[in-house]
T-cell receptor, first 114, second 112 residues
Framework: SQTIHQWPATLVQPVGSPLSLECTVE??????LYWYRQAAGRGLQLLFY??????ISSEVPQNLSASRPQDRQFILSSKKLLLSDSGFYLC?????????????FGPGTRLTVL | GESVGLHLPTLSVQEGDNSIINCAYS??????FIWYKQESGKGPQFIID?????DKRQGQRVTVLLNKTVKHLSLQIAATQPGDSAVYFC???????????FGSGTRLSIRP
């Protein structure tokens, strides 16, 4: 069976500090990978998605970047965090090349920037 | 642009009653819809999906209805239980089959 891991679970960082959130998927190969951000009490905003190693698409201009160094690893980064980067970050995967395709979400990382 | 939204941000129901959560969408070409459940502090979990060639699909205690004429879908939960307390999102693909857009969510609370 497939599983998706995210770490850390919670993170408190000062403004201006760097960020690295990691997501890994097990039990599948060549998945589509996604990073979402969810503000408190709000819906999910797609930040980045990837259909393969080194292939990253950005959905919204922002202070964040993403990388996919390995097939089942997806990293969300920032060089200098802003207060507005606080939120609940969710990684998700879906099967590649399949229509009518659900996404499977990780447990999330709650980031607080002070 | 394309949008998927929910009618009510909150819904309170009596335990044991049926819950109906509504969602509207703007893109008449949307051909696949998904309902997710998100419990507090967790990632969303898939509940049920429906393709546009169907108008009804049933799962365990859940039913999704799709009305393409008015671009509306609903999630019905039978005999609502305390464990059903969560935020419910409808979602639909946009731009490509690889991406989905989420509605803003309805928070379902259960009265004992």
């Amino acid at each position: 069976s497939q599983t998706i891991h995210q770490w850390p679970a919670t993170l408190v960082q000062p403004v201006g500090s760097p960020l690295s959130l990691e997501c890994t998927v097990e039990g599948t190969s060549n998945p589509n990978l996604y990073w979402y951000r969810q503000a408190a009490g709000r819906g999910l905003q797609l930040l980045f998605y990837s259909v393969g190693i080194g292939q990253i698409s950005s959905e919204v201009p922002q202070n964040l970047s993403a990388s996919r160094p390995q097939d089942r690893q997806f990293i969300l980064s920032s060089k200098k965090l802003l207060l507005s980067d606080s939120g609940f970050y969710l990684c998700a995967w879906s099967k590649a090349g399949v229509d009518y395709n659900e996404q499977f979400f990780g447990p999330g990382t709650r980031l607080t920037v002070l | 642009g394309e949008s998927v939204g929910l009618h009510l941000p909150t819904l309170s129901v009596q335990e044991g009653d049926n819950s109906i959560i509504n969602c509207a969408y703007s893109n008449s070409a949307s051909d696949y819809f998904i309902w997710y459940k998100q419990e507090s502090g967790k990632g969303p979990q898939f509940i049920i999906d429906i393709r546009s060639n169907m108008d009804k699909r049933q799962g365990q205690r859940v039913t999704v209805l799709l009305n393409k004429t008015v671009k509306h879908l609903s999630l019905q939960i039978a005999a609502t239980q305390p464990g059903d307390s969560a935020v419910y999102f409808c979602a639909a693909p946009y731009s490509s089959a690889s991406k989905i857009i989420f509605g803003s969510g309805t928070r379902l609370s259960i009265r004992p």
